[in-house]
């Protein structure tokens, strides 16, 4: 059965028709491949005639190749399309201390990755970011570079093309685009990490039946993505899922964002470090990752403070359910390493918080986080070209891949 969005195609020019068609074909090879024209209408429910122009141009753009040819019992042999995996992303995952760069193939695969110190403010990370680009790119001489796609532990204002909210970061309001694309000639696509880690959910294709998600993002911070009706909410100045600066208690602890007793200084990695010092007492105590490891050695302590970590996760995320209703909750970040261990506090909580019907579902990313924040970055900039309004909307209008799937189901 056909689901039409009306939101979206009550306006429809034969320009977006066109590109709704294209991002549901091209949808289809990068989930299907290989695959056949004659699948591709069959699935689609496109013309065959449709469906010859499409794939036609997006050969001719490169962004599909013939694949293998295949073998039916008798007479023809059809040709099967795929995506053309010379086709990469320079992906960009910003965080405070350390900035991984990878690049990565239309599908998603990693060719290779690198991580630098963070600059200590926008200007020198301009810099350092532009070069450590250009040699990556330079490094891959064979690849046709798409675009750069960057993940930030802040809130990207469109309007405004600038960073607004990055207090763990600490550096005041950015724009990083600009000045990148002018630096290296390719286009950048900018969000906000637990954005991105939704689209990478959605994207890679481990959120297809779910339409209604977050994803939480822990992490120095801790930031909250939201899939509503199958589309990413940003909020005016692309604020929307600041859950985590919602102060719990007036009384806690200092929290970057100059408050106090945010739900993040309780469920953060560095509210893990702080739970773990203040029973060890000890001077220079150990990382995030570092602590992670004595608790999975047994160290009581080390469990202790992630025990309350997770106890501060859970009951955080009662206002994600309370605000947003989430089919489903899926979480980023290093402490999901220990998820077997901790998943039980939090799906207490998250249980008990359900008002009607059953609560919501509750899981870590399919990716190891720092693959997940990179995925996302990836989703970034392939959205842009395989989402089915992608050739008639505005460049930064964030458009799901599944609403091509939606409308084809
Ligand atoms: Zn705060």
Known sequence: MRRMNFTDTQVATSETARGINRGIVLNLIRRRQPISRADLARVSGLQRSTVSLITEQLIREKWVIYGPTGRLPRGRRPTFLRLNDKRAILVVD????????????????????????????????????????????????GLIFEGIGISVPGRFDESRQRVVFAPNLKWPEFDLRGPLEKATGIPVELENAANA???????????????????????????????????????????????????????????SCGGRGCWEVYASN???????????????????????SLGESGDSLALKALDRMAHAIGRGTRMVVAGIAPE??????????????????????????????????????????????????????????????????????????????????
Not at 111 to 136: C, H, N
Not at 272 to 288: D, K, V
Not at 344 to 366: H, K, M, Q, T
């Open 197 to 255: 880690c939704v689209l990478a959910e959605v994207w890679f294709g481990h959120a297809e039946k779910t339409r209604d998600m977050a994803v939480i993002t822990i992490s120095e911070g801790l930031g909250v993505g939201i899939f509503s009706d199958g589309r990413l909410v940003r909020g005016a100045k692309g604020m929307a899922g600041e859950f985590g600066h919602v102060p719990l208690d007036l009384e806690g602890p200092r929290c």
């Open 94 to 141: 910003l965080r405070p201390e350390i900035t991984t760069f990878a690049v990565s193939d239309v599908n998603g695969r990693f060719l290779s990755q690198q991580g630098i110190p963070t600059p200590s403010s926008p200007d020198a990370a301009t810099d350092r970011f532009a070069k450590k680009i250009v040699e990556m790119v330079e490094g891959h001489p």
């Open 270 to 292: 560095r509210a893990a470090l702080r739970y773990y010092h203040e029973s060890s007492a000890t001077a220079n105590g150990p990382s995030f990752q570092d602590l992670l």
């Open 328 to 409: 489903e909750i899926v979480f980023v970040g290093e402490f999901t390493r220990m998820w077997k261990r901790l998943a039980p506090v939090i799906e207490a909580e998250v249980a008990a918080s359900a008002l009607v019907g059953s609560p919501p579902r509750v899981r870590p990313a399919a990716a190891e986080p720092s693959d997940a924040r990179l995925g996302g970055s990836v989703a970034l900039v392939l959205q842009r070209h395989f989402g089915p309004s992608a050739a008639g909307e505005g460049r930064h209008k964030l458009v799901s891949s599944r609403r091509a799937e939606a409308i084809v189901q």
